[in-house]
């Protein structure tokens, strides 16, 4: 499968449990992208990433979130302390190197987040 | 940012029926691109297409960077064609943005 790789797929949480979302790029891809998309609406940008760097943060909440993408293994979105307002569907996206910032997002197929 | 606008809300169809869906965006862009939400959640790249015009069987979109639009036709539309449309853009490849989408239902 050279898709982007998304678990888990549902994720149940109680509130003020912490909450671990997994994305695997498609091959070759060097760059991953996180959004969430609140039900009935379109996805927001949260974070992009490269190997080992954040390079744009903007979109993600100042506290309780923090996302990383390490030399080796998956990107990871890390909610801390869950509220029920973080409910939502949250996607991976990755892209290859392109000139000029030339991006062509491929996007997992999500990850449900439910706090109870 | 860039502020993205889609066009219709709402669409329904008859299955064989043919539409067009528009996206307005508020700054010039360098990445545009299409995709299909289908039920069950899943993002499906239709069309990268920061410029000009492209077809892939029964759909194509054109985008007129100059103007700050992008169209996408949709011809002969099956049942299979419902869900939301949404076209992204972005200027740098570092933020994209997303408009509401366009929540299309064909019917048979």
């Known amino acids: 499968n050279a898709g982007v790789m998304q678990n888990p797929r549902h994720l149940v949480r109680r509130r003020g449990q912490e909450a671990r979302l997994r994305c695997s790029p498609m091959k070759g891809h060097s760059h991953v992208y996180w959004y969430r998309q609140l039900p009935e609406e379109g996805l927001k940008f949260m974070v992009y990433?490269?190997?080992?760097?954040?390079?744009?943060e903007s979109g993600m909440p100042k506290e309780r979130f923090s996302a990383e993408f390490p030399k080796e293994g998956p990107s990871i979105l890390r909610i801390q302390q869950v509220v029920r307002g973080d409910s939502a569907a949250y996607f991976c996206?990755?892209?290859?190197?392109?000139?000029?910032?030339?991006?062509?997002?491929?996007f997992g197929p999500g990850t449900r987040l439910t706090v109870t | 940012g860039i502020q993205v606008e889609q066009s219709p809300p709402d669409l329904i169809l008859q299955e064989g029926a043919n539409s067009t869906l528009r996206c307005n965006f508020s700054d010039s862009v360098n990445n545009l691109q299409w995709f299909h939400q289908n039920p069950w959640g899943q993002l499906i790249n239709l069309f990268y297409?920061?410029?000009g015009t492209k077809q892939n069987g029964r759909l194509s979109a054109t985008t007129v960077a100059t103007e700050r639009y992008s169209l996408l036709y949709i011809s002969s539309s099956q049942t299979t064609d419902s869900g939301v449309y949404f076209c992204?853009?972005?200027?740098?490849?570092?933020?994209?943005?997303f408009g509401t989408g366009t929540s299309l239902t064909v019917i048979p």
């Open positions: 297409i920061p410029s």
């Open positions: 992204a853009s972005s200027n740098t490849g570092n933020q994209f943005y």
């Open positions: 990433l490269q190997k080992e760097n954040i390079i744009d």
């Open positions: 996206a990755s892209s290859q190197i392109g000139g000029q910032g030339l991006r062509e997002q491929y």
